[in-house]
């Protein structure tokens, strides 16, 4: 079992920036892939970022790609998302995401554990 925990979201101008972190329960994190989606309002629930359990491979969404970076702490059990150069349409809820592969996953389908999410506003 794995619980996961978000936070550092909030309201941001555009071209702001924001680090949201996912801190997990358990002993088993570091052999999980992990992943951060994003949902908006009436919109279906995307990957934006994804990374393997050792870090060494990350994927990223066309949408994100130069502007967010994922990355990981085993040793914490914790997994970051920073976020750059922020847009309006970057405004969702952002949810971490566990899946009991050593790589990254693509579908929301294959992962196992969910955290509750943390709102990221961008506005000016």
């Known amino acids: 079992q794995v619980q996961l925990v978000e936070s550092g979201g909030g309201l941001v101008q555009p071209g702001g920036s924001l680090r949201l972190s996912c801190a997990a329960s358990?002993?088993?994190?570091?052999?999980?892939?992990m992943g951060w989606f994003r949902q908006a309002p009436g919109k279906e629930r995307d990957l934006v970022a994804g990374i393997s359990w050792s870090g060494v491979t990350t994927y990223y969404a066309d949408s994100v790609k130069g502007r967010f970076t994922i990355s990981r702490d085993n040793a914490k059990n914790t997994v970051y998302l920073q976020m750059n150069s922020l847009k309006p349409e970057d405004t969702a809820v952002y949810l971490c995401a566990a899946a009991r592969y050593s790589n990254i996953r693509f579908s929301r389908n294959e992962y196992d554990y969910w955290g509750q999410g943390t709102q990221v506003t961008v506005s000016s």
């Open positions: 358990g002993r088993t994190f570091s052999s999980y892939a």
